[in-house]
């Protein structure tokens, strides 16, 4: 079937956003006078649980403790989350290589693009913002965000909705992962998936992906991409 959609997921997919989740949570910690405080290998553990206040919650369940109540996480997300939108609005985070150009060339093509990820809508804003100096809409057909599914990945929720609002079928779009429950949760919803490991999921492991790339640059894409979106002009060639 002629590829008509390219789907991608958020954090470590689009850009390296990780580093500022990490930050806007030991920050609300250190605000609530909580004995927590994420590392970088913390975090990569944490990262296995999709979702911030589920992340909170397996931590929370990992050190044996009954604090902060589920409510009290929920209020702290809410906080982590604006938190968040102000440290992508006060310094420079770039995309990953080759995202604007796939993006731009895909939309020149007559494709769709869409979003399916387990952030929230305004960690979506967020980015875009800063990236793009726009909000999400104007970049993206759809957005699914996890907010509004029932279940996160690796579950396919996400991706059924942004199929659904698309108005496609699996087989007319890819979808585009960092991490091993994303290809999980993409491939349960029936797509194929080409896998951009990112800082915090290099270590994972991705045979089970139909493709594995270090970056979304032409060279490093598939043939059947290329085609969708060609021609692309050779000075996108470099991202």
Known sequence: MTLKALIFDVDGTLAETEEAHRQAFNEIFNEDGLDWHWSVEDYRKLLKTTGGKERMQAHRSAIGSNV???????????????????????RL????????????????????????????RPNVDALC???????????????????????????????????????????????????????RSAQSAGLRVLVTPSAYTDHEDFSDAEWVAANLRPPSLPS????AISPMEAGRRTG
């Not at 902060?68 to 209020?75: K, S």
């Not at 985070?93 to 929230?120: I, Q």
């Open 93 to 120: 985070l770039s995309l990953r290589p080759g995202v604007s150009s796939l993006v731009e060339a895909a939309r020149n093509a007559g494709l769709k693009v869409a979003v399916a990820t387990t952030t929230n």
């Open 68 to 90: 902060p109540t589920d409510a009290q996480i929920a209020e702290m997300h809410k906080r982590k989350t604006a938190r968040y939108g102000d440290i992508l609005a006060s």
């Open 129 to 183: 913002q800063c990236c793009w100096g726009v909000d999400a809409d104007q970049v993206f057909d759809v957005i699914a965000a996890g907010d509004e599914v029932q279940a996160k990945k690796p579950t396919p929720d996400v991706f059924l909705l942004a199929l659904q609002r698309l108005g496609m079928t699996a087989d007319q779009a890819i979808a585009f992962e960092d991490s091993l429950n994303g290809v």
């Open 224 to 227: 059947e991409l290329l085609d």
